[in-house]
């Protein structure tokens, strides 16, 4: 599990401040490569590029929804996504449309 906004950044260690993700997408997350907003709608920055598979394993979820939590318990909390968007995100994010 990562953590949304960074333990060093005194993010806590609780479940509304984690991200399940494959070890891909956490290293993408954490490079500010996509945040997600408050309503989980993933967005993919501008700057980010790449070849092979980027459009597999990145720009494919541009615009999506995580899926909902289990529980409202583990539902990703505003604030920090707020904080990861702010203070991590290397945006702007693309165009929808695009």
Same mark, same amino acid.
């Given at each position: ?10 993010? =806590?260690?609780?479940?509304?401040? /984690? ?43 541009? /615009?999506?929804?995580?899926? =909902? ?6 539902? =990703? ?14 945006? =702007? ?6």
């Amino acid at each position: 599990m990562l953590h949304i906004k960074w333990h060093q950044a005194g993010g =806590p260690d609780i479940e509304t401040n /984690g991200l399940a993700l494959c070890a891909l997408h956490h290293k993408l997350f954490d490079c500010g490569a996509f945040t997600l907003s408050s309503e989980c709608q993933i967005s993919i920055s501008q700057r980010a590029h790449g070849s092979h598979g980027f459009s597999e394993w990145l720009m494919s979820f541009h /615009g999506r929804h995580l899926r =909902p939590a289990q529980s409202d318990d583990y539902t =990703p909390d505003a604030k920090y996504l707020g904080w990861h968007g702010r203070e991590v995100f290397r945006g =702007p994010a693309r165009d929808l449309s695009n």
